[in-house]
């Protein structure tokens, strides 16, 4: 059920999106424990309108540094969290040869009420399925 928004330089194949799509996506249910629902958009920019601090904090970033954005209920704990983004760092450097630099996340949680899955109805105003949560976040 999460939605997880993945930006990046144009230019890139097909394989290669569609690989960080399923990293992210597998290391979701993985590390974070969310249900295995897939809401993904990748969005490729001109890079003329791809503006990154190419040494924010010391971590020194290319032009092919991919965003990831992911919005879901606040039930990960921090060292799932954590865990997440090292293991999708991991893969990627794997798969793709992508630097673990050029991996940027950014975590939106919200509550239940955000939600609608379609049809205008505020999908879980009366809670939250348990099939719909990691157990081990609960």
């Known amino acids: 059920m999460p939605l997880a928004r993945i930006d990046l330089?144009?230019?890139k194949s097909v394989a290669?999106?569609?690989t960080i799509a399923d990293v992210v996506y597998d290391q979701m249910i993985k590390q974070l424990g969310v249900p295995a629902d897939r809401f993904q958009v990748i969005t490729e920019h001109k890079i003329e309108n791809f503006f990154i601090d190419p040494d924010y904090l010391g971590i020194y970033r290319s032009e092919n540094c991919i965003f990831i954005q992911l919005d879901f209920l606040d039930v990960p704990s921090p060292e799932q969290k954590a865990a997440f983004y090292k293991a999708v760092v991991d893969e990627l450097h794997a798969k793709l040869h992508l630097r673990p630099e050029d991996v940027f996340f950014n975590l939106f949680t919200t509550a239940p009420a955000e939600w609608?899955?379609?049809n205008g109805i505020a999908t879980y105003n009366n809670g939250i399925p348990k099939d719909r949560l990691d157990p081990n976040s609960v």
């Open 16 to 18: 290669y999106r569609r």
């Open 116 to 118: 609608s899955m379609g």
């Open 9 to 11: 330089v144009e230019g």
